[in-house]
């Protein structure tokens, strides 16, 4: 059974804060799926990502700073969600619209596609800088284990998301 198909399932947020009301992030630099609040349904993967972000957050503050994942029932509504199964020229396109316009807006309550990791970021930047045909970049990712992510691009679709706890990660 596809997991997407459920209408209820878990999803987690690594960072450093406990957030019980997520809202969409907007930053300065592109997202792979545009801004949205990030997600996963891999737990590791969160936790990964709040050591990750404690550890930067902690040298930037000089100070010890907690790892925190948070997580959130997803209860599924009516949304317009994307989804992609893997690297493909759609999901690239996507990817290379987000992270290169930040103006950009595709029409999607939620994305659900692979992370474009540090591996697949270096991918994805000789695509932008016109060193790597979209084709060619495509085969190659289909090679590396990609992670999943669920980006919730709407305050639509923000209200599907119930919190249920945080909980500190040890890094």
């Not at 799926?33 to 996963?40: I, L």
Request: charged fraction near 35%; charge should be neutral; proline fraction near 1%.
């Amino acid at each position: 059974m596809n997991i997407w198909e459920l209408r209820n399932m878990l999803v987690y947020h690594g960072t450093t804060l406990e957030i019980k009301e997520p809202r969409i992030i907007k930053t300065e630099i592109g997202r792979d799926f545009g801004f949205a609040f990030y997600t996963t349904d891999i737990k590791e993967q969160a936790e990964r990502w709040a050591v990750r972000r404690a550890k930067i957050q902690s040298r930037k503050e000089k100070k010890p700073v907690k790892a925190v994942v948070n997580v959130y029932e997803w209860e599924r509504a009516d949304s317009d969600i994307k989804e992609f199964d893997g690297a493909s020229l759609e999901w690239l396109d996507m990817v290379v619209n987000c992270r290169s316009d930040l103006n950009f807006k595709h029409e999607h309550d939620i994305v659900i596609g692979k992370i474009a990791n540090d591996n697949v970021g270096e991918t994805v930047s000789y695509v932008l800088q016109g060193i790597m045909r979209k084709e060619d970049a495509v085969e190659r990712l289909k090679f590396e284990k990609i992670n999943n992510q669920i980006a919730f691009c709407t305050e639509r679709s923000l209200s599907q998301l119930k919190f249920i706890k945080s909980y500190i990660v040890e890094g």
